[in-house]
């Protein structure tokens, strides 16, 4: 069964900040034919200007740093990534007249690469076996060094980060499903999409279920998550707003990511990949209960970053 979209009207902007945001739910029915009285519905975030999620924190912090005059065409934004909010700071910087600096591991995939340079960002590459916690450590070095040279948009401890989500994401879930929305699921990464997004729906209907999802080892293909135990625990993180958190298998993820795109025409990201693997565990839940539910979760980019990863010809066909 093919996936299809749930209309949504789209405005756009006379500033690439201005259309970030607004993007449709798409209905995953292939994924739960069987699950009767229970709906899986995706954020599609790769309709953002940026192609991910993260255009929403990224244009937020930048937003509010503008604001306050922190960043100029001499005071540039100094940030670390794994990839996705750099092409976010970049596609910002380029369309707004203000340098990028970016401390990315070196094993992103090639694809990250390239956009990152086609947009003229100036790229820090750390060793990879340190992850998005080396890339960290390696931006705090750099400002603390060269302080008046950088605004340090620090993501992981930026509120303007959740508030994003609070302000948008949450808010478009609740009127795109009609208050219908009964269990919200996100990964971790910075953790910003989860407390934002989690903290506003609560606020709107105290009954939804709200479960992160994170890696199941520090050691995995899950780009962008963090392994909460062993990681940086970025400031903004609050492990107390989840009413559940599912541990994700890298294997999971890149057999559903296959499955999505052989099977519901849907190429997507790894993460998005592992969340939509996470709400159908939810979404199974509720049915063998016998409980209705809609089920909403984050498509946080597609696959357009990860063609070049070797998953996708591994193995048996999905």
Same mark, same amino acid.
Do not use: H
């Given at each position: 069964?093919?996936?299809? /979209?749930?209309?949504?009207?789209?405005?756009?902007?006379?500033?690439?900040?201005?259309?970030?945001?607004?993007?449709?739910?798409?209905?995953?029915?292939? /994924?739960?034919?069987? /699950?009767?009285?229970?709906?899986?519905?995706?954020?599609?975030?790769?309709?953002?200007?940026? %192609?991910?999620? =993260?255009?929403?924190?990224?244009?937020?912090?930048?937003?509010?740093?503008?604001?306050?005059?922190?960043?100029?065409?001499?005071? %540039?934004?100094?940030?670390?990534?794994?990839?996705?909010?750099?092409?976010?700071?970049?596609?910002?910087?380029?369309?707004?007249?203000?340098?990028?600096? /970016?401390?990315?591991?070196?094993?992103?995939?090639?694809?990250?690469?390239?956009?990152?340079?086609?947009?003229?960002?100036?790229?820090?590459?750390?060793?990879?076996?340190?992850?998005?916690?080396?890339?960290?450590? =390696?931006?705090?070095?750099?400002v603390a060094a060269e302080p008046g040279r950088y605004f340090y948009a620090d993501q992981y401890s930026n509120d303007n980060n959740w508030k994003a989500h609070y302000f948008t994401t949450a808010e478009e879930i609740w009127e795109q499903t009609n208050g219908r929305v009964t269990h919200f699921v996100a990964g971790l990464g910075t953790s910003g999409t989860f407390m934002g997004t989690t903290r506003r729906l609560r606020e709107l209907n105290p009954d939804i279920r709200c479960i992160s999802m994170q890696p199941n080892s520090p050691f995995n293909g899950l780009e962008g998550l963090k392994h909460m135990a062993t990681a940086i625990v970025p400031k903004i993180y609050d492990p107390k707003l989840a009413d559940e958190n599912i541990e994700m298998g890298t294997e999971i993820a890149y057999k559903m990511a296959k499955h999505l795109g052989r099977h519901l025409g849907l190429l997507m990201g790894v993460s998005s990949a592992a969340n939509v693997a996470a709400a159908v565990e939810i979404a199974e839940q509720e049915a063998a209960a016998g409980r209705e539910a809609v089920v909403v979760t984050i498509l946080c980019d597609s696959a357009d970053k990860y063609l070049s990863e070797r998953f996708w010809e591994e193995g048996e066909p999905a």
């Open positions: 069964m093919s996936a299809t /979209l749930v209309t949504t009207s789209t405005a756009l902007g006379t500033s690439v900040l201005d259309r970030v945001g607004k993007t449709p739910l798409v209905r995953l029915d292939g /994924l739960s034919p069987r /699950l009767a009285g229970v709906q899986i519905l995706g954020k599609a975030e790769w309709a953002n200007p940026g %192609g991910s999620v =993260k255009d929403r924190a990224a244009s937020m912090i930048i937003a509010d740093a503008q604001a306050k005059g922190l960043i100029s065409k001499d005071r %540039g934004l100094l940030d670390a990534t794994s990839g996705n909010t750099g092409i976010a700071y970049a596609m910002f910087g380029a369309a707004l007249g203000f340098p990028v600096t /970016l401390c990315v591991p070196s094993n992103v995939s090639p694809e990250r690469k390239r956009i990152l340079k086609a947009y003229g960002a100036n790229v820090v590459w750390t060793n990879p076996a340190d992850g998005s916690d080396g890339a960290i450590r =390696k931006a705090r070095e750099l």
